[in-house]
């Protein structure tokens, strides 16, 4: 069963891929320096940050109610779920730190407010090392079969939390 859900999930992966690389070979370009130096050329640098965020922000959210859930129903496929989320996750999160410290180095230094553009910066670094951290750990307990203890949860929990304040950063920064 495992291997059957492995296949497809490598799949949905791939499809997934694809389909962000052809919405941003689709899209159109901006005008300036930001578009030409953007992702492919077609996503300028200000726009690939907030477009990631929202991955980072709905997968360790699912990941972390599908353990509950999988804990309290006694479902595997809530597990399941969690796993593949967390990996989502986790794959996706460096590139969302990193798009980050690239737009925030093509702004002017002192267009946003250093304490907070300081703590976002260095909390999402944190956030990045973290999630592949949980992956990893997650990633053994899914495939020797073992169900994530209390210790994992708490984590995981944290983790949302830490994320949640970041978000809460980036609005400020972002929206004021």
């Known amino acids: 069963m495992k291997a059957k859900i ?4 490598k799949r949905f992966a791939l499809l997934g891929a694809a389909a962000i690389l052809a919405a941003g070979c689709s ?3 901006d005008t300036g320096a930001d578009a030409a130096n953007g992702v492919l050329g077609v996503i300028p640098w200000s726009h690939a940050h907030p477009i ?9 959210p699912v990941s972390f109610v599908s353990e509950l859930l999988g804990r309290t129903l006694k479902r595997g496929s809530f597990g399941s779920a969690a796993w593949w989320t967390i990996l989502y996750a986790a794959l996706l999160t460096p590139a969302t730190a ?16 250093a304490d907070l553009i300081s703590t976002h910066l260095y909390l999402g670094m944190l956030l990045a090392v973290t999630l592949a951290g949980l ?4 990633g053994i307990m899914f495939f020797r079969g073992g169900k994530p203890g209390i210790g994992y949860l708490a984590i995981c929990g ?3 939390c830490a994320l949640v304040y970041q978000g809460n950063l980036g609005g ?5």
């Open 27 to 29: 899209a159109s370009a």
């Open 98 to 113: 990193l798009t980050g410290w690239y737009w925030r180095s093509s702004l002017p230094p002192d267009i946003l407010p």
């Open 172 to 176: 400020k920064m972002v929206f004021g």
């Open 52 to 60: 990631l965020v929202n991955f980072t922000a709905g997968l360790v």
């Open 135 to 138: 992956a990893v750990w997650r």
């Open 158 to 160: 944290a983790t949302v």
């Open 6 to 9: 492995c296949r497809y999930s």
